[in-house]
Protein backbone atom coordinates (compact mmCIF):
# COMPACT_ATOMS: atom_id res chain seq x y z
CA UNK A 1 0.00 0.00 0.00
CA UNK A 2 1.32 3.50 -1.25
CA UNK A 3 1.97 5.99 1.97
CA UNK A 4 1.25 9.68 1.24
CA UNK A 5 2.48 12.73 3.94
CA UNK A 6 1.33 16.06 2.85
CA UNK A 7 3.26 18.88 3.62
CA UNK A 8 4.22 23.02 3.47
CA UNK A 9 0.37 24.68 4.83
CA UNK A 10 0.31 27.56 7.01
CA UNK A 11 -1.06 30.66 8.00
CA UNK A 12 -0.71 33.23 5.26
CA UNK A 13 -2.59 36.59 4.47
CA UNK A 14 -4.41 36.51 1.58
CA UNK A 15 -2.44 37.77 -1.29
CA UNK A 16 0.17 35.24 -0.37
CA UNK A 17 1.68 32.36 -1.57
CA UNK A 18 2.41 28.58 -0.50
CA UNK A 19 3.95 25.68 -1.92
CA UNK A 20 2.51 22.40 -0.82
CA UNK A 21 4.20 19.10 -1.15
CA UNK A 22 3.09 15.06 -1.20
CA UNK A 23 5.67 12.78 -1.18
CA UNK A 24 4.42 8.87 -1.85
CA UNK A 25 6.07 5.66 -0.94
CA UNK A 26 6.64 3.03 -3.48
CA UNK A 27 7.95 2.65 -7.55
CA UNK A 28 4.05 2.94 -9.00
CA UNK A 29 3.57 6.61 -8.05
CA UNK A 30 4.43 7.71 -11.80
CA UNK A 31 1.80 5.40 -13.19
CA UNK A 32 -0.86 6.98 -11.60
CA UNK A 33 -2.81 10.97 -12.66
CA UNK A 34 -1.99 12.06 -9.27
CA UNK A 35 -4.27 14.88 -7.73
CA UNK A 36 -4.71 17.43 -4.73
CA UNK A 37 -7.89 18.03 -2.95
CA UNK A 38 -9.49 20.33 -0.20
CA UNK A 39 -11.69 19.55 2.72
CA UNK A 40 -12.95 23.26 3.86
CA UNK A 41 -14.53 23.28 7.20
CA UNK A 42 -17.76 21.25 7.13
CA UNK A 43 -17.52 20.14 3.35
CA UNK A 44 -17.30 17.49 1.35
CA UNK A 45 -13.77 17.20 0.04
CA UNK A 46 -13.16 18.31 -3.60
CA UNK A 47 -10.70 18.28 -5.82
CA UNK A 48 -8.65 20.96 -7.11
CA UNK A 49 -6.04 20.37 -9.57
CA UNK A 50 -4.93 17.10 -10.93
CA UNK A 51 -1.96 16.28 -13.47
CA UNK A 52 -1.49 13.15 -15.44
CA UNK A 53 1.23 10.72 -15.73
CA UNK A 54 1.71 12.59 -19.16
CA UNK A 55 1.81 15.94 -17.52
CA UNK A 56 -1.23 17.39 -18.66
CA UNK A 57 -3.01 19.22 -15.45
CA UNK A 58 -6.31 20.69 -14.67
CA UNK A 59 -8.19 23.06 -12.53
CA UNK A 60 -11.08 23.52 -10.57
CA UNK A 61 -12.53 26.73 -11.66
CA UNK A 62 -11.75 28.90 -8.77
CA UNK A 63 -8.18 28.31 -8.87
CA UNK A 64 -7.38 28.63 -12.54
CA UNK A 65 -4.22 30.95 -13.02
CA UNK A 66 -3.40 30.93 -9.38
CA UNK A 67 -2.05 27.02 -8.35
CA UNK A 68 0.11 25.14 -10.31
CA UNK A 69 0.30 22.11 -10.03
CA UNK A 70 3.57 19.31 -10.86
CA UNK A 71 5.58 16.22 -10.48
CA UNK A 72 8.63 14.74 -10.27
CA UNK A 73 8.27 11.31 -10.65
CA UNK A 74 12.23 10.43 -9.83
CA UNK A 75 11.85 11.61 -6.27
CA UNK A 76 7.89 10.51 -6.25
CA UNK A 77 6.60 13.55 -5.13
CA UNK A 78 3.54 16.23 -6.45
CA UNK A 79 3.24 19.80 -5.70
CA UNK A 80 0.84 22.48 -5.61
CA UNK A 81 2.62 26.22 -5.74
CA UNK A 82 -0.53 28.51 -4.44
CA UNK A 83 -0.08 32.44 -5.40
CA UNK A 84 -2.77 34.94 -4.37
CA UNK A 85 -4.66 33.25 -2.09
CA UNK A 86 -7.98 33.96 -1.06
CA UNK A 87 -9.72 33.11 2.58
CA UNK A 88 -11.82 30.64 0.66
CA UNK A 89 -8.57 28.72 -0.30
CA UNK A 90 -8.86 27.51 3.25
CA UNK A 91 -8.71 24.00 4.39
CA UNK A 92 -6.76 21.12 4.49
CA UNK A 93 -5.03 20.05 1.55
CA UNK A 94 -4.68 15.84 0.72
CA UNK A 95 -3.06 14.53 -2.27
CA UNK A 96 -3.85 10.88 -3.87
CA UNK A 97 -4.63 9.77 -7.01
CA UNK A 98 -7.79 11.05 -9.71
CA UNK A 99 -9.38 7.63 -8.43
CA UNK A 100 -8.47 8.04 -5.10
CA UNK A 101 -6.65 4.53 -5.15
CA UNK A 102 -4.55 5.13 -1.73
CA UNK A 103 -5.38 5.99 2.03
CA UNK A 104 -5.11 9.10 2.84
CA UNK A 105 -2.68 10.82 4.16
CA UNK A 106 -2.55 13.50 7.35
CA UNK A 107 -3.49 16.46 4.89
CA UNK A 108 -1.61 19.72 5.60
CA UNK A 109 -3.48 22.94 6.62
CA UNK A 110 -3.95 26.06 4.76
CA UNK A 111 -5.60 28.88 6.77
CA UNK A 112 -5.83 31.59 4.30
CA UNK A 113 -6.61 34.85 7.12
CA UNK A 114 -5.68 38.90 7.64
Known amino acids: QVQLVESGGGLVQPGGSLRLSCAAS????????MAWYRQAPGEQRVLVAS???????NYEDSVKGRFTISRDNAKNTVHLQMNSLKPEDTGVYYC????????WGQGTQVTVSS
Open 96 to 103: NTIQQNWD
Open 26 to 33: GSIFRIFS
Open 51 to 57: ITNGYMT
